[in-house]
């Protein structure tokens, strides 16, 4: 079956821009996660949904990040006022039940350039 | 905050030999994984090794894990030029206000596997 796919994989913005990137879970994963890559670095986790509502958005690092999942499928982040610093390479994962011995599934990522 | 400090941060050995990674983390755990990442994109799940294990296999893959010194280590034997990425390892530790687990990664090792 399919992965996690998320779009688009390159994204160049420029700075105070606003940008959404999207993720599609593997089918009949309730448990979704987003985290971010900075180089040289281990993916720092964002936000945790399970089904719609985000479970637990302690990762997000101020009020310009935001996600959502209205249909409890397919999300999006959506970031405002970009800034150099968002640079990073930002993953998705899901996993069955979001339960602790879960096996999480990444999706290739997406590389965002804040210029 | 990352919470695993992966050792060494690069390793480099020719085909055949075997690679060992170390892996420390801070707080208690209820479980331990670890992850391959190719070319700084979508990370593969290896092995999860769970709090009440010292040892586990798989095929080529051996990970140990000492919760009383707070480390793990893989063991990848008779390693092949497609092992070389980078491998994290990764915490699972309870969110209890949110009711949730979260995967905190270190920074990683990148192994390079000469042919």
């Known amino acids: 079956g399919a992965g996690v796919s998320q779009t688009p994989s390159n994204k160049v913005t420029e700075k105070g821009k606003y940008v959404e990137l999207r993720c599609d879970p593997i089918?009949?994963?309730?448990?979704l996660y987003w985290y971010r890559q900075s180089l040289g670095q281990g993916p720092e986790f964002l936000i945790y949904f399970q089904g719609t509502g985000a479970a637990d958005d302690s990762g997000l690092p101020n009020d310009r990040f935001f996600a959502v999942r209205p249909e409890g499928s397919v999300s999006t982040l959506k970031i405002q006022r970009t800034e150099r610093g968002d640079s990073a390479v930002y993953l998705c994962?899901?996993?069955?039940?979001?339960?602790?011995?879960?096996?999480?599934?990444f999706g290739p990522g997406t590389r965002l350039t804040v210029l | 905050s990352q919470q695993g400090e992966e050792d060494p941060q690069a390793l480099s050995i020719q085909e055949g030999e075997n690679a060992t990674m170390n892996c420390s983390y801070k707080?208690?755990?209820?479980?331990l994984q670890w992850y391959r990442q190719n070319s700084g994109r979508g990370l593969v799940h290896l092995i999860l090794i769970r709090s009440n294990e010292r040892e586990k296999h798989s095929g080529r893959l051996r990970v140990t894990l000492d919760t009383s010194k707070k480390s793990s280590s893989l063991l990848i034997t008779a390693s092949r030029a497609a092992d070389t990425a980078s491998y994290f390892c990764?915490?699972?530790?309870?969110?209890?206000?949110?009711?949730?687990?979260?995967?905190?990664f270190g920074k990683g090792t990148k192994l390079s596997v000469i042919p």
């Open positions: 990764a915490t699972v530790v309870a969110n209890s206000g949110a009711g949730s687990y979260q995967l905190t």
């Open positions: 707080t208690s755990i209820n479980n």
């Open positions: 994962a899901s996993s069955l039940m979001g339960l602790a011995t879960d096996t999480q599934y």
């Open positions: 089918s009949g994963h309730t448990a």
